[in-house]
């Protein structure tokens, strides 16, 4: 009898192997005949580029959550915070069905950080891709922090190594146009610009070592120009701040004069341990020079009169941990191409009187865009894409893939799977059974494009 039943266990087990074979099987012919259609480029000028605005416009960003007015009881402002996301995230998910909306983040505690860094800073960075700035620009936000709680913004364009010099300036004429309350600079961690000299038909290559850190990045001294022009007209910045303001790191030199600092909020759940009035009263921590916001206006906190804090946002893949670790000059935050990486902000004095406040990488809401253009914007998680073959078939539409990859392809016969299977072939990559493995293909060309070894940039709206 015990026999018979291993037996009969054994052939159960074999016919669900023998199904999920079959499944994965049937996936694979139904992404396959999906991939094959013959891709024709859209850009017949070979300029490599394609129309962001026809993705997004100003109407597609849902408005950002806000943090609720502080209220002196921490279980209560808990509670009214996370009332308050739980009512925002069902009207998003009531007025825009599923297919409508982008991956985005839906975990509050990450929004919390949000809501801290800018209650924190005097000066905001909002970091972009240049390649695709708009859909790295939440208008939300510009809106709240520029018109409401009035703070100084400075849009970073970063990596205009990655995209031709004319272009940089037609960006920057775009957003000083329709976003007049932004100061925008262009930004490389390398210490020049590279873009006049790249060949966008070939895969780029980029110094990968730490001593790139050691040299001064392009669009530094515009940075900190902007910050320092910002500081010197604030009349509630001390002078002490304004005749100290750097950002040459002297961290290694002062760690023993400075606070014995870490993040209040390091850890969300320690955050919400705290007595909410700590956050509220004049004199908090008045060792570390920093003074929370008060109760009547929570959107601003009083300047601290020792240190400037400038805080850091942007979207996963923007480049924003890059960019401070190059400032800095020495690798500091940890980067990574997964999108929600680091759940909580980072706090960095580079001096004695200039702190930086890093938030972690954040997709706000977004509807209508394909999910295509948020793969290979880094938006939404390669690991996480089933069908990568779809953005490929997108991204071949903009540049000539199989020139970059010097792939031997027929324009006939030139598709997703197509260009999969040949440089899944020349490069190796085979299955356990032997077969091209295509599906490794794709999500390294995929991976090629968010470290900017494949190049594609957009044109801004006309």
């Not at 790295?136 to 510009?142: C, L």
């Not at 300036?169 to 957003?175: E, G, N, R």
């Amino acid at each position: 009898m015990a026999h018979n039943l291993l037996t009969t266990k054994f052939i159960a087990s074999a016919d669900v192997d023998s199904n999920s074979t079959n499944v994965a099987n049937a996936l694979i012919e139904q992404h396959k005949n999906e991939s094959c259609e013959i891709i024709k480029r859209d850009n017949v000028n070979n300029d490599y580029s394609g129309s962001e605005s026809i993705i997004l416009k100003k109407d597609n960003y849902v408005k950002m959550p806000i943090r609720p007015s502080i209220v002196a009881d921490a279980k209560k402002q808990k509670d009214n915070e996370q009332l308050y996301f739980n009512t925002w995230l069902t009207d998003i998910k009531t007025k825009y069905t599923t297919e409508r909306l982008n991956w985005f983040e839906q975990n509050i505690e990450v929004w919390r950080q949000l809501w801290r860094v800018i209650e924190y800073s005097d000066i905001l960075l909002l970091v972009v891709d240049s390649r695709h700035p708009l859909s790295n620009f939440p208008v939300s936000m510009y809106d709240y922090v520029t018109n409401i709680i009035k703070k100084p913004l400075i849009l970073v364009m970063n990596k205009i190594d990655l995209i031709p010099n004319n272009l940089i300036k037609q960006w920057v004429d775009y957003f000083k146009t329709n976003y007049p309350n932004l100061i925008v600079v262009p930004f490389t961690i390398y210490p020049e610009n590279r873009s006049e000299t790249i060949n966008f038909t070939k895969l780029q290559k980029f110094k990968t070592n730490s001593s790139i850190l050691l040299e001064q990045p392009f669009g530094s001294k515009e940075l900190y120009d902007a910050c320092k022009k910002i500081i010197d007209a604030d009349p509630n910045i001390s002078q002490i701040i304004k005749q100290n303001f750097s950002f040459v790191s002297k961290v290694n030199n002062i760690s023993d004069s400075l606070p014995k600092y870490k993040s209040i909020y390091a850890d969300a759940d320690e955050y919400m341990k705290m007595d909410i009035t700590e956050l509220t009263v004049l004199d908090i921590n008045k060792e570390q020079g920093y003074i929370g916001p008060k109760n009547d206006n929570n959107d601003n906190s009083t300047p601290s009169t020792e240190f400037i804090t400038i805080g850091t946002i942007g979207h996963p893949n923007a480049g924003k941990s890059s960019c401070i670790n190059a400032l800095v000059g020495k690798k500091v935050v940890s980067v990574s191409n997964t999108p929600g990486h680091t759940k909580h902000l980072q706090t960095l004095f580079l001096n004695k009187h200039t702190r930086l406040c890093d938030c972690p990488g954040l997709v706000f809401c977004v509807v209508d865009m394909p999910k295509s253009h948020q793969v290979i914007t880094g938006s939404y998680p390669i690991a996480q894409c089933r069908d990568p073959y779809s953005a490929i078939t997108y991204l071949a539409r903009m540049i000539p893939l199989e020139l970059i990859y010097k792939l031997n392809i027929k324009t006939d016969e030139l598709s997703a799977w197509k260009i999969c299977e040949t440089l899944a072939e020349k490069k190796g990559f085979y299955s356990r059974k032997g077969s091209v493995d295509v599906y490794r293909a794709a999500n390294f060309i995929l991976r090629d494009v968010l470290s900017g070894a494949v190049t594609f940039y957009y044109k801004p709206p006309t």
